[in-house]
Nanobody, 123 residues
Framework: QVQLVESGGGSVQPGGSLRLSCAASGYSYSNLGLGWFRQGPGKEREGVAAIDDDGVTKYEESVKGRFTISKDNAKNIIYLQMNSLKPEDTAMYYC?????????????????WGQGTQVTVSS
């Protein structure tokens, strides 16, 4: 059974940083794609960052230059380093696995999801 568990969320002031982690069991991160998604209040879930099996990445436009997705295949953990956070980044963040062989921000392409970790950016 595949299980994804996120951690690292919290409250931070604008301009601050957080690093989210997602640990997997029952699934090898060396296979297929991985991604981070978020869903704010009253909004649809949107793709934030994705990484494929070769380490090629893709980012949603508003986070480019601020967020970095990475993975540690040996530890089966993926990370999302978030810098220069803004209030509009406030959302529940989810990791997902089982994407396509290319990095994709479309949630329909992912088979496995974590339970989410809350990120709140506020002064």
């Amino acid at each position: 059974q595949v299980q994804l568990v996120e951690s690292g969320g919290g409250s931070v002031q604008p301009g601050g940083s957080l690093r989210l982690s997602c640990a997997a069991s029952g699934y090898s991160y060396s296979n297929l794609g991985l991604g981070w998604f978020r869903q704010g209040p009253g909004k649809e879930r949107e793709g934030v960052a994705a990484i494929d099996d070769d380490g090629v990445t893709k980012y949603e436009e508003s986070v480019k230059g601020r967020f970095t997705i990475s993975k540690d295949n040996a530890k089966n953990i993926i990370y999302l380093q978030m810098n220069s956070l803004k209030p509009e980044d406030t959302a529940m963040y989810y990791c997902a696995a089982g994407g396509t062989w290319y990095p994709t921000l479309d949630p329909a392409n992912y088979s496995y999801w974590g339970q989410g970790t809350q990120v709140t950016v506020s002064s």
